[in-house]
């Protein structure tokens, strides 16, 4: 604010005040972030913003740059951690900065040797750890595009994503170590090669055990010296792919551009979470979730970032209070489900450890209880903020969060971020208050999708955000601000399975499901928890008949899910019905199903004579019935 005022002559009251300069003067706004973070750009922008439709925003035209040239921190910064690799598989690896740019320049030697170049497509099956992190800077400082899956992923999961893109490289480990539990991964490697044809090179990090037939060691890979350099590259030129499921068809793969995220990710990690040099930032997640990339433009703010890979759990609840003590952490993700699953379990952080140096908690994924604010505030760190934030993989950032200079009321997000315009709307497209409304984005932000890969004439990627409000953006989430202008989120709109943050589409589910000889149809939906756990994900089968739902078959499916797709995917519930309830179009009842298993009556959210059989919905609202308690 002192900033703005002093370069701008903008004097603000206060937050609120600020916001609305952010939304009204968005041109103003975003060329005071370039500013403000002295972003290097090789030739300088023409045009902070070309116009306020959307979609077809253009950001800061002419401008060349390069998102991994700002991942390496300045000439003051070498001697400092940049990153921390924290294991399950190996001991415990640590990385300057100056470390870090020389395997970066290494690995860009390496990745050329491979014949890797500009918009070429580089994939990861690979743990969250510091190796990660250098194939990714190297792979964006040439150009090239990436992506990531975590190595918990089934083939299928990993094929119906890294197929879309066609890369020429994979970067891949043989296994991990999950607790105590050895993950063999060489067979699922040797599917997802057989599946995608374009892959060329097969780069393998010795991990857990055995090795990857046919691959380029990782000490070979970054044998040879060279040059730290970083291509110059137009703002919106693709960075990185990151993929989202809906619930039709191949999950949606969304690209996000160099000068895009780097703009959004200083404004948010910088100006929401407070990160500056120095400053360590710990968040547990997975290469599959957004959050990876979050974590990883700690290293733009010139923080350093701890890597976790394995069980977040292990040896027990306290572990990742520990890791926050040891690695001096400044700000420290936690899941909703994690703070009240430490509540109920009576742990006291703040008197068993030292957190001195945590400023700030972040909290995202899903709804975090009142309770869950209190014991925070009583049983971990009293002068600490806690940010409870919501945003999504098809921005690559947040929508909603909290500022130092903002007030936390328990139970509530604090409100807007700067530069975004989210309101809370109704059907006809009318703002609301103290109701609940489609969370919607009325003006454009940088890191709105540059676009869906192969998606000719921007069709899916249109009727993904715009269909509803024309030329306003729906996220798909339900949401309701306060008078005060704090906000309560309570779970998806529509009917994308939302497990701690990571959406998971239903399409590729059912396939898994319904190609077991016994099952004819499914459905699945999930149910939030309101005391913030992870929430309850029911499947329903329609079998053959004469077949019985038992433990086997149950267990079968299960089985199959995990091995195809996650474990995240395998339900907590099964159930057996005589029919799936679809519309005369043949679309699956998703939506109205989850409403009346929350306890909605059935003709206010479905019409029998809107249904291809009207009698299937019985079942379940007879189960639904069965769940209420007396």
Known sequence: ??????????????????????????????????????????????????????????????????????????????????????????????????EFRE????????????????????????????????????????????????????????VSRFGQIEPKVLFAVSGYTYG??????????????????SIEHVVHLPYGEGTLPDSVGWDEFVSEEGPLEFDPLPFDHPLYVLFSSGTTGLPKAIVHGHGNILVEHLKNLGLCWDLHAGDALLWFTTTAWMMWNALVSGLVCRAAVVTIDGNPLYPDLREQWRLAEETGATLMGVSPAYVMACRKE?????????????????????????EGFSWIY??????????????????????????????????????CVLGVDVKAYDLDGNPVVGELGEMVVRTPMPSMPVCFWNDPGDERYHGTYFDMYPGVWRHGDWLMFTERGTCVITGRSDATLNRGGVRLGTGEL??????????????????????????????????????????????????ALKDSLSPR????????????????????????????????DRDDVVRRDALSDPKSIDAFVNYAGSRTPA
Not at 180 to 197: C, F, G, Y
Not at 537 to 554: K, N, S, T, Y
Not at 578 to 591: A, F, N, S, V, Y
């Open 1 to 98: 604010m002192d900033f703005v005022r002093d370069t701008r002559g903008r004097d603000f009251t206060g937050y609120e005040d600020l916001w609305n300069w952010s939304i009204d003067e968005l041109e103003e706004f975003w060329g005071a972030i370039w500013d403000f973070y002295e972003i290097q750009s090789h030739t300088p922008y023409e045009q902070v913003l070309t116009t306020r439709e959307m979609p077809g925003a253009k950001w800061f035209t002419g401008a060349t740059l390069n998102y991994a040239e700002h991942m390496v921190g300045r000439d003051e910064d070498l001697d400092r951690v940049a990153i921390v690799g924290v294991s399950q598989t190996r001991p415990r690896v640590e990385l300057t900065f100056a």
């Open 378 to 415: 009583e049983k971990v760190k009293p002068d600490a903020l806690l940010n409870v934030g919501s945003g999504g993989t098809d921005v690559c950032s947040g929508f909603i969060s909290a500022y130092p200079i903002t007030p936390v009321y328990a139970g509530e997000m604090t409100g």
């Open 510 to 559: 059912y396939a898994v499901v319904e190609d077991i000889p016994e099952i004819l149809d499914s459905l699945i939906v999930h149910l939030e928890d309101p005391e913030g756990g992870a929430g309850e994900l029911v499947l329903f089968v329609q079998l053959r008949e004469g077949v019985v739902l038992d433990d086997d078959l149950r267990t079968r499916v299960g089985r």
């Open 180 to 197: 105590e539990k050895p993950i063999d991964r060489r067979p699922e490697v040797a599917a997802i090669r057989a599946e995608i044809p």
């Open 569 to 600: 995917h395998v339900p907590d519930t099964m159930e057996a019905v005589p029919g799936i309830p679809r519309t005369l179009t043949g679309k699956k009842l998703e939506l109205p199903v989850k409403r009346i298993l929350q306890g909605a």
């Open 103 to 158: 395997q970066i320049a290494r690995a860009r030697v390496g990745l050329k040797r491979l014949g890797v170049g500009p918009g070429d497509r580089v994939a990861a099956y690979m743990p969250n750890v510091p190796e990660t992190i250098i194939a990714f800077a190297a792979t964006a400082s040439l150009g090239a595009i990436w992506a990531s899956c975590a190595p918990e992923f089934g083939s299928r999961s990993v």
């Open 346 to 370: 009576g742990i006291e952080p703040g008197a068993e450890f030292d957190l001195s140096r945590i400023r700030q908690f972040g909290a995202a994924g899903s709804p975090l209880p009142t």
